[in-house]
């Protein structure tokens, strides 16, 4: 009588486990399929011959300047409010790049987002990470911004001795914009 009550229990502890399991997979596949993402290259601007930096609108004053520094705007996109479902939110943006030269240069990587929210003043958002193969900028998760609206991609490299810009070399930039 013990042996088919504990079998009971054990059958019953199962197959509640299979399905808390079944539903926890569940969960996690419906929300991998609501997060959508949208994927741009940008083209590099190289730096002309005794130039220190390049801009994309106000970027310049933006980001401020500094004549050890080196700034160049690596170009920019916009998502139109057709592309995205409204009340879309941005969970993330990633940006992958390669660099061919210059690994010993001290790189940063940018990520702006302007956006006007009607207010009456041009609002930015932005992020910055020392250059990897991969960054992800999550902060951009916590501003509750639309995917909609223009985007900008620059880097801001201290100067060799010799005066060059390891940045320059940045190659192969996709900017892959998460949201939800």
Not at 60 to 67: A, E, P, Q
Not at 75 to 95: A, H, N, Y
Not at 123 to 132: E, G, L, V
Request: include cysteine; glycine fraction near 6%; charge should be negative.
């Amino acid at each position: 009588m013990r042996k088919r009550f504990f079998s009971i229990i054990v059958c019953v502890v199962m197959l509640f486990t299979m399905n808390v399991t079944a539903f926890a997979a569940e969960t996690q596949e419906n929300y991998s399929e609501t997060e959508k993402t949208m994927t741009f290259e940008i083209t590099p601007t190289a730096l002309t011959s005794g130039s220190s930096r390049h801009s994309v609108g106000m970027l310049n004053s933006f980001f401020g300047t500094n004549d050890t520094v080196a700034t160049s705007a690596l170009g920019s996109f916009t998502i139109s409010s057709t592309s995205v479902p409204s009340g879309s939110t941005i969970s993330k943006i990633v940006v992958t790049s390669t660099k061919s030269s210059g690994s010993s240069g001290n790189i940063e990587l940018f990520v702006a987002k302007d956006e006007d929210n009607g207010d009456g003043t041009f609002d930015r958002y932005t992020d910055s990470k020392s250059w990897n193969s991969s960054l992800t900028f999550a902060d951009f998760g916590n501003y509750n911004l639309s995917p909609v609206g223009n985007y900008y991609v620059q880097f801001e490299s201290t100067r060799y001795s010799t005066g060059t810009v390891a940045a320059a070399t940045l190659k192969n930039i996709y900017v892959t914009v998460y949201y939800h």
